[in-house]
């Protein structure tokens, strides 16, 4: 499995951005993706994941502001990230999992700063 991010960027306090990521590869149907990410000096951590039946879970610190989507036929899923804050800079990271293991995508820088 091959996961290609895309969408990250610079922006300002209080604007959006949209994370796109694109699997390719053979894999089985019933599967998560999911976003992490990784500030300078953190460990990494869930913001949000979805499964391929649309189930998603978000971490407490996004609720509200992000939307995790997916398109099945795609084989894509989608951050769409609001009302960012200074905090939420980090390498975004998509993660693909179903019953052959775990696939990380190369990760895409967002900033957000004034």
């Known amino acids: 499995v091959q996961l290609v991010e895309s969408g990250g960027g610079l922006v300002q306090p209080g604007g959006s951005l949209r994370l796109s990521c694109a699997a390719s590869g053979l894999f089985f149907s019933s599967n998560v993706m999911g976003w992490y990410r990784q500030a300078p000096g953190k460990q990494r951590e869930l913001v949000a994941t979805?499964?391929?039946?649309?189930?998603?879970n978000y971490a407490d610190s996004v609720k509200g502001r992000f939307t995790i989507s997916r398109d099945n036929a795609k084989k894509t899923v989608y951050l769409q990230m609001n009302s960012l804050k200074p905090e939420d800079t980090a390498v975004y990271y998509c993660?693909?999992?179903?019953?052959?293991?775990?696939?990380w995508g190369q990760g895409t820088q967002v900033t957000v700063s004034s």
């Open positions: 993660k693909f999992s179903d019953e052959m293991g775990d696939y």
């Open positions: 979805i499964t391929s039946g649309g189930s998603s």
